[in-house]
């Protein structure tokens, strides 16, 4: 299993802010700059499911799989013989929200899939996190 974990720390928004900002994920192409769109029908719960479209990509399934308001949320993405694994944890301390994303690959052939796709959005996770917050801001 690869796995990687990448966390900050701000002041500038709220755990209800932040997951206000990723429920509504019909409108995630409006911060995410990555992709061309996100599309949801119905709530933003465990065992529902989206399409993303990468920029330049496929659209993609991820499902839900484990949600709960303004804390945390889990989704996987199932590749041929891989699957990911993406955590986002909102939590508060002395210091302000602390944000912290987690992503882990699974599977025979998630070498492939580390190479492809989850490195870069490892790789990325620093920039889209202050996007993340310079958007939940504004609700």
């Given at each position: 299993?690869?796995?990687?974990?990448?966390?900050?720390?701000?002041?500038?928004?709220?755990?209800?802010?932040?997951?206000?900002?990723?429920?509504?994920?019909?409108?995630?192409?409006n911060w995410d700059t990555n992709i061309e769109f996100a599309k949801i029908d119905g709530r933003f719960e465990a065992g529902n499911s989206f399409i993303l479209r990468p920029k330049g990509g496929p659209d993609v399934k991820i499902k839900l799989l484990e949600t709960i308001e303004n804390?945390?949320?889990?989704?996987?993405?199932?590749?041929?013989?891989?699957?990911?694994?993406?955590?986002?944890?909102?939590?508060?301390?002395?210091?302000?929200?602390?944000?912290?994303?987690?992503?882990?690959?699974?599977?025979?052939?998630?070498?492939?899939?580390?190479?492809?796709?989850?490195?870069?959005?490892?790789?990325?996770?620093?920039?889209?996190?202050?996007?993340?917050?310079?958007?939940?801001?504004?609700?």
């Amino acid at each position: 299993m690869w796995q990687r974990t990448y966390s900050t720390v701000t002041t500038e928004v709220t755990r209800e802010q932040l997951w206000k900002l990723f429920a509504d994920v019909n409108n995630w192409h409006n911060w995410d700059t990555n992709i061309e769109f996100a599309k949801i029908d119905g709530r933003f719960e465990a065992g529902n499911s989206f399409i993303l479209r990468p920029k330049g990509g496929p659209d993609v399934k991820i499902k839900l799989l484990e949600t709960i308001e303004n804390n945390k949320y889990i989704d996987v993405t199932n590749f041929p013989l891989a699957k990911m694994y993406d955590e986002h944890l909102f939590e508060d301390t002395p210091e302000g929200v602390k944000i912290t994303n987690t992503i882990w690959v699974t599977g025979v052939l998630s070498f492939i899939w580390v190479k492809l796709v989850a490195q870069k959005i490892v790789d990325d996770t620093p920039t889209d996190m202050q996007k993340q917050i310079a958007a939940a801001k504004k609700l």
